[in-house]
């Protein structure tokens, strides 16, 4: 191996190991829909503060991707922030399946919040194989820092 291809392996380590003792989180996903993005905008500068995650990533219904990128957006000061339509995460088939499974079940009126989940669960198993994921609530707003991991990772 070449001198420079060393120092460029070693300069890259050095930069993952400061990376990951200061960042935590690699990549934040949650899912917003109506009044939910407004308060995801208003907490977008207490979630950079406090959990500081590389990239922040929105679901939101394919019929308010507009509305969420110019308010998520506007409101993002520095925060790297991918809105990404629902449908791009989960199938219709996939979301009929969880309706249909639902109403056997008699938790239709749960409908919204289970549909949530899954495109969070999803959205989030899409990430690479190192990346540090945490599936948030949009309607949170973190007031001080957090702790989900420690040093080693766990």
């Given at each position: 191996m070449s001198e420079f291809v060393i120092s460029y392996i070693i300069d890259?380590?050095?930069?993952?190991?400061?990376?990951?003792?200061?960042?935590?989180i690699d990549k934040l996903v949650t899912c917003a829909t109506g009044s939910d993005i407004k308060t995801l905008a208003f907490a977008l500068p207490f979630i950079k503060k406090y959990l500081a995650p590389v990239l922040i990533y929105v679901a939101v219904p394919d019929?308010?991707?507009?509305r969420a990128c110019d308010l998520l957006l506007n409101a993002s000061n520095g925060?790297?922030?991918q809105v990404v339509p629902d449908s791009k995460i989960i199938?219709?088939?996939?979301?009929?399946i969880i309706k249909k499974s639902l109403k056997e079940k008699g938790h239709l009126d749960k409908y919204g919040w289970?549909?949530?989940?899954?495109?969070?669960i999803k959205a989030s198993s899409t990430s690479e194989a190192m990346q540090r994921v945490l599936i948030w609530d949009?309607?949170?707003?973190?007031?001080?820092?957090?702790?989900?991991l420690m040093m080693r990772g766990r």
């Open positions: 890259n380590i050095n930069s993952l190991t400061w990376r990951r003792k200061t960042q935590m019929q308010e991707v507009e925060v790297n922030i199938t219709v088939k996939e979301s009929d289970y549909l949530q989940q899954f495109i969070k949009s309607d949170t707003v973190p007031f001080r820092p957090i702790k989900f």
